[in-house]
């Protein structure tokens, strides 16, 4: 749609993508030295450790688990699906902006993309993980779950191709594919550069193993171009897709709360809002840590900040909906629902929601809180939080007191729900931690094409 | 020598003064028909209104994006969305006989109607004519006053070259945005989904605000493409543009079709009562054909030959879609409201032929007539050396290619 130089130039003169003052060697230099030559810095132990305990807090929870059930787990009629599926929900939404930045981003010729998008593609690669657990996890049974497969067998068990359910299945297999397979392509010649450059023997070996004899030469860079390309565009589609799938998981059942049309555009959106609020929660940090503000600069924070405020006014947008046609639907159970939202048990959960998801962000309309990296750290906490407190929303406060008032409930998640979803947060940091410390954070290869020395005169 | 007035072709006045013969005489002869037929006359005359006011609208929407997300495309389209905007009064006009029609029109207005059906009672302080009327002010006011100002903006741009102008229009499209998305919901429910009081979708707002700026890009599209076969146009309009507008239509194809298939999937899943009743008689007879046609000559059609490259680059094949999406509005439109008028069944009148054509004559005379009175491209805004000198290249490039391959 835009074309960057038309698009970026007007508005962001003053502001450059990344540092004027860097050359090929001195980007190749920096970013590899994170991985290859500087020394570990202490903080990055006591991250990792403190990330790594509560990684066993999650094995922990999962070991019992399986051997006791999930009655082990708040959860039960009628809240059949407490906080692990509202857990699932937050997670894979927080991996949507990773696709976003890597594949639309691309596609639309948006060169602020260029710093981010690597580790962006980490941190949907691993978010998806862990919200892949959950629905496992919340079978039961979780050694039975290729019964989700449709496969030939002899128990005439055939899934049921019209539930959403099933549909999520493939939906979140495909995106856990395809996220891995183009962060993983994204990174071969920045495997060869590291195999190139590493000291020691084993990190030539593993590092040359998985460059799969990258030499750099004309028609790799042919081939590869295209095969990037390739799978931006097969990328592209699961943006919507996935979340989309999702949304149906509550919107094709008829529980006043969650049978709404809006709510796949709806889930989009917020699924969008979560993870740039992650992405900055990440960013604003590891930036300065590493001194990586020549690559990541205030121009990526401003751009990161916009795309949140205006997916954070589509969700907003839902909310208004939501609850004008709880009213206009004139039907007493929507009306019920709506009511129950804002003065039940839960009420408070809604108002914080919409503290965290609508008042907050409004903030970012003003041009020096988008600049003041410490109040947009502390927006995107409160942004994440909101988006939590959403699917809680969802979930719970819908099934808790759906139509007959004599089955209703309560629902209360255990230590053992907030076990596992620590655990899984601990999880997420580890694998992060030690993203940061094997691979380069930052698309060396993609930086080099973006300097002024790339350009070519023809 | 490229004409750096950027005055309109003569081919715009003739174009104005054929409309206004086509308009009128549509619009007497649609008039006639309300004595003969008078439910026919409104159910045709809404139907023409909101295609053609869906233009105005759509148009606003489109002008606010290109100014937050600026590029070419927006620069050689900005004027057609401005003239377009600006026949917003003329769309207020024609909505009174709306208003005055409403009794016929909207069967909630019938206190017998309301009595009958309880559900209704519960939402008479929203469905009833005086707020009604109150919305349909405070959304046009919101609509003219943000039309108001980005062609007064524009204008000054134009005489004074202020830089600053530029950003004021930029701040004002990113709250402009918001309320326009607000406004037409209200729009939407009231104008469309009203016609059946007892039927809510929540998407609805979400669906007409992709269906307004798919109206408005589709008829964008095909104007510059009539434009750039002359001067001054011929030399600022390159296929890069076409591309990106091409890119634009096809995301607005995709948009429109994810909410329209999202709401059908979601109430053909849950199976209410309530909601299926809205698609039962869209979906089965003939209206059930018309339905299948949509989908394959507003979606599947218009998806396939957007895909490709060159299509999008070449002004001749681009404005072939961007008119087939256009009359597809058409049809979608009556594919939405035809059915809640009563007289159940499909049936069609010669009324609904004259309508979208008495709108559409009327509407591109007053527009033809906007479009003449400033220049065709922003005189002054800062990104116009810029894209001129991308045309220039573009246009240099491509003549040698058509030497090398002759």
């Given at each position: 749609?835009?074309?960057?130089?038309?698009?970026?130039?007007?508005?962001?003169?003053?502001?450059?993508?990344?540092?004027?003052?860097?050359?090929?060697?001195?980007?190749?230099?920096?970013?590899?030295?994170?991985?290859?030559?500087?020394?570990?810095?202490?903080?990055?132990?006591?991250?990792?450790?403190?990330?790594?305990?509560?990684?066993?807090?999650?094995?922990?929870?999962?070991?019992?688990?399986?051997?006791?059930?999930?009655?082990?787990?708040?959860?039960?009629?009628?809240?059949?699906?407490?906080?692990?599926?509202?857990?699932?929900?937050?997670?894979?939404?927080?991996?949507?902006a990773?696709?976003l930045?890597?594949?639309?981003?691309?596609?639309?010729?948006?060169?602020?993309?260029?710093?981010?998008?690597?580790?962006?593609?980490?941190?949907?690669?691993?978010?998806?993980?862990?919200?892949?657990?959950?629905?496992?996890?919340?079978?039961?049974?979780?050694?039975?779950?290729?019964?989700?497969?449709?496969?030939?067998?002899?128990?005439?068990?055939?899934?049921?191709?019209?539930?959403?359910?099933?549909?999520?299945?493939?939906?979140?297999?495909?995106?856990?594919?395809?996220?891995?397979?183009?962060?993983?392509?994204?990174?071969?010649?920045?495997?060869?550069?590291?195999?190139?450059?590493?000291?020691?023997?084993?990190?030539?070996?593993?590092?040359?193993?998985?460059?799969?004899?990258?030499?750099?030469?004309?028609?790799?860079?042919?081939?590869?171009?295209?095969?990037?390309?390739?799978?931006?565009?097969?990328?592209?589609?699961?943006?919507?897709?996935?979340?989309?799938?999702?949304?149906?998981?509550?919107?094709?059942?008829?529980?006043?709360?969650?049978?709404?049309?809006?709510?796949?555009?709806?889930?989009v959106a917020g699924a969008i809002y979560a993870g740039f609020a992650?992405?900055?929660?990440?960013?604003?940090?590891?930036?300065?840590?590493?001194?990586?503000?020549?690559?990541?600069?205030?121009?990526?924070?401003?751009?990161?900040?916009?795309v949140m405020l205006a997916t954070g006014l589509i969700v907003?947008?839902?909310?208004?909906?939501?609850?004008?046609?709880?009213?206009?639907?004139?039907?007493?159970?929507?009306?019920?629902?709506?009511?129950?939202?804002?003065?039940?048990?839960?009420?408070?959960?809604?108002?914080?929601?919409?503290?965290?998801?609508?008042?907050?962000p409004?903030?970012?309309?003003?041009?020096?809180?988008?600049?003041?990296?410490?109040?947009?750290?502390?927006?995107?906490?409160?942004?994440?939080?909101?988006?939590?407190?959403?699917?809680?929303?969802?979930?719970?406060?819908?099934?808790?007191?759906?139509?007959?008032?004599?089955?209703?409930?309560?629902?209360?998640?255990?230590?053992?729900?907030?076990?596992?979803?620590?655990?899984?947060?601990?999880?997420?940091?580890?694998?992060?931690?030690?993203?940061?410390?094997?691979?380069?954070?930052?698309?060396?290869?993609?930086?080099?094409?973006?300097?002024?020395?790339?350009?070519?005169?023809? | 020598?490229?004409?750096?007035?950027?005055?309109?072709?003569?081919?715009?006045?003739?174009?104005?003064?054929?409309?206004?013969?086509?308009?009128?005489?549509?619009?007497?002869?649609?008039?006639?028909?309300?004595?003969?037929?008078?439910?026919?006359?409104?159910?045709?005359?809404?139907?023409?209104?909101?295609?053609?006011?869906?233009?105005?609208?759509?148009?606003?929407?489109?002008?606010?994006?290109?100014?937050?997300?600026?590029?070419?495309?927006?620069?050689?389209?900005?004027?057609?969305?401005?003239?377009?905007?600006?026949?917003?009064?003329?769309?207020?006009?024609?909505?009174?006989?709306?208003?005055?029609?409403?009794?016929?029109?909207?069967?909630?207005?019938?206190?017998?109607?309301?009595?009958?059906?309880?559900?209704?009672?519960?939402?008479?302080?929203?469905?009833?004519?005086?707020?009604?009327?109150?919305?349909?002010?405070?959304?046009?006011?919101?609509?003219?006053?943000?039309?108001?100002?980005?062609?007064?903006?524009?204008?000054?741009?134009?005489?004074?070259?202020?830089?600053?102008?530029?950003?004021?229009?930029?701040?004002?499209?990113?709250?402009?945005?918001?309320?326009?998305?607000?406004?037409?919901?209200?729009?939407?429910?009231?104008?469309?989904?009203?016609?059946?009081?007892?039927?809510?979708?929540?998407?609805?707002?979400?669906?007409?605000?992709?269906?307004?700026?798919?109206?408005?890009?589709?008829?964008?599209?095909?104007?510059?493409?009539?434009?750039?076969?002359?001067?001054?146009?011929?030399?600022?309009?390159?296929?890069?543009?076409?591309?990106?507008?091409?890119?634009?239509?096809?995301?607005?194809?995709?948009?429109?079709?994810?909410?329209?298939?999202?709401?059908?999937?979601?109430?053909?899943?849950?199976?209410?009562?309530?909601?299926?009743?809205?698609?039962?008689?869209?979906?089965?007879?003939?209206?059930?054909?018309?339905?299948?046609?949509?989908?394959?000559?507003?979606?599947?059609?218009?998806?396939?030959?957007?895909?490709?490259?060159?299509?999008?680059?070449?002004?001749?094949?681009?404005?072939?879609?961007?008119?087939?999406?256009?009359?597809?509005?058409?049809?979608?439109?009556?594919?939405?409201?035809?059915?809640?008028?009563?007289?159940?069944?499909?049936?069609?009148?010669?009324?609904?032929?004259?309508?979208?054509?008495?709108?559409?004559?009327?509407?591109?005379?007053?527009?033809?007539?906007?479009?003449?009175?400033?220049?065709?491209?922003?005189?002054?805004?800062?990104?116009?050396?810029?894209?001129?000198?991308?045309?220039?290249?573009?246009?240099?490039?491509?003549?040698?290619?058509?030497?090398?391959?002759?």
């Open positions: 749609m835009a074309d960057e130089h038309q698009s970026d130039a007007p508005h962001h003169t003053t502001v450059p993508v990344i540092d004027p003052g860097l050359t090929f060697a001195s980007v190749t230099d920096k970013i590899s030295s994170i991985v290859l030559k500087r020394k570990t810095p202490l903080a990055w132990f006591i991250g990792f450790a403190i990330s790594f305990i509560l990684f066993q807090l999650m094995m922990l929870a999962i070991t019992n688990l399986v051997f006791v059930g999930i009655g082990l787990w708040g959860v039960n009629v009628p809240v059949a699906w407490g906080i692990d599926i509202l857990n699932f929900v937050w997670w894979i939404g927080i991996g949507h990773g696709t930045i890597s594949a639309i981003l691309l596609l639309l010729r948006q060169q602020w993309r260029t710093s981010i998008n690597r580790f962006a593609e980490a941190m949907t690669l691993f978010a998806v993980a862990q919200a892949g657990m959950y629905p496992i996890f919340h079978l039961g049974r979780p050694w039975l779950a290729y019964w989700l497969f449709p496969y030939p067998n002899t128990m005439g068990v055939w899934p049921q191709f019209r539930s959403p359910l099933m549909w999520d299945v493939f939906a979140v297999s495909t995106y856990a594919t395809v996220s891995a397979m183009f962060w993983f392509v994204g990174l071969i010649p920045d495997f060869a550069t590291l195999r190139d450059r590493a000291q020691s023997k084993p990190f030539q070996i593993i590092y040359g193993w998985f460059a799969m004899g990258w030499r750099g030469s004309a028609r790799h860079w042919h081939r590869y171009e295209m095969a990037y390309l390739l799978l931006a565009g097969l990328a592209t589609p699961l943006v919507l897709s996935v979340h989309t799938i999702v949304s149906f998981d509550f919107a094709a059942g008829i529980i006043p709360g969650w049978h709404a049309t809006i709510f796949p555009p709806y889930f992650m992405v900055l929660f990440l960013t604003i940090p590891l930036r300065k840590f590493y001194g990586l503000e020549g690559f990541i600069t205030m121009r990526h924070v401003h751009n990161m900040a916009k907003g947008y839902g909310y208004v909906v939501e609850a004008f046609f709880g009213w206009y639907s004139g039907n007493k159970y929507e009306r019920y629902m709506i009511w129950n939202r804002m003065h039940g048990p839960y009420a408070v959960y809604y108002w914080a929601l919409i503290l965290c998801n609508i008042i907050t409004q903030f970012l309309w003003i041009k020096k809180v988008r600049s003041n990296l410490l109040l947009l750290w502390l927006i995107s906490i409160v942004v994440s939080i909101g988006m939590w407190l959403e699917r809680f929303v969802i979930v719970v406060t819908s099934l808790h007191r759906d139509f007959l008032p004599s089955s209703w409930g309560m629902y209360q998640p255990t230590q053992w729900d907030w076990a596992m979803f620590v655990g899984t947060l601990g999880f997420f940091f580890s694998l992060l931690f030690l993203f940061i410390r094997f691979l380069p954070m930052i698309s060396i290869f993609e930086m080099r094409t973006i300097l002024p020395e790339a350009e070519v005169e023809e | 020598m490229i004409d750096t007035a950027y005055t309109a072709p003569q081919e715009v006045a003739r174009l104005q003064r054929a409309a206004l013969i086509v308009g009128i005489v549509g619009l007497l002869a649609l008039g006639a028909g309300a004595f003969f037929e008078p439910l026919q006359f409104w159910r045709s005359y809404l139907v023409g209104y909101l295609l053609w006011a869906g233009i105005a609208i759509g148009a606003l929407a489109l002008l606010m994006l290109q100014h937050l997300t600026g590029g070419g495309w927006g620069l050689v389209i900005r004027r057609v969305l401005e003239a377009a905007t600006r026949t917003l009064p003329l769309m207020l006009v024609l909505f009174i006989p709306i208003l005055l029609g409403a009794h016929s029109i909207y069967s909630w207005t019938n206190a017998e109607v309301i009595a009958a059906h309880p559900a209704l009672q519960e939402k008479v302080r929203y469905l009833n004519l005086t707020f009604f009327s109150v919305r349909a002010v405070i959304v046009f006011a919101i609509w003219l006053l943000l039309a108001f100002f980005l062609n007064r903006w524009s204008r000054q741009q134009d005489l004074t070259g202020d830089r600053a102008l530029a950003k004021k229009m930029r701040v004002l499209s990113g709250p402009g945005m918001v309320l326009f998305v607000f406004t037409v919901t209200v729009a939407a429910i009231d104008w469309v989904m009203s016609l059946d009081p007892e039927w809510s979708s929540t998407i609805f707002g979400l669906l007409f605000v992709a269906a307004w700026s798919l109206s408005a890009l589709a008829f964008s599209i095909a104007l510059t493409a009539w434009l750039t076969k002359r001067e001054p146009m011929a030399h600022v309009v390159a296929a890069l543009h076409f591309h990106d507008l091409g890119k634009l239509l096809l995301a607005l194809v995709m948009l429109w079709a994810y909410f329209s298939y999202s709401q059908f999937l979601i109430i053909w899943s849950g199976n209410l009562p309530e909601e299926i009743r809205w698609y039962l008689p869209r979906t089965h007879g003939t209206w059930g054909v018309i339905a299948l046609v949509v989908v394959i000559l507003h979606f599947a059609l218009p998806f396939l030959f957007l895909l490709s490259r060159r299509f999008k680059r070449d002004p001749h094949k681009l404005v072939l879609v961007a008119v087939l999406i256009l009359i597809m509005r058409y049809v979608d439109l009556l594919w939405v409201v035809a059915p809640n008028f009563p007289g159940t069944g499909f049936h069609l009148s010669w009324m609904d032929l004259v309508a979208p054509i008495g709108f559409g004559g009327v509407w591109l005379a007053a527009f033809s007539r906007q479009l003449r009175s400033r220049p065709l491209m922003p005189l002054n805004d800062p990104q116009l050396p810029s894209v001129l000198e991308q045309a220039h290249e573009h246009h240099e490039s491509e003549d040698f290619i058509e030497e090398a391959s002759a």
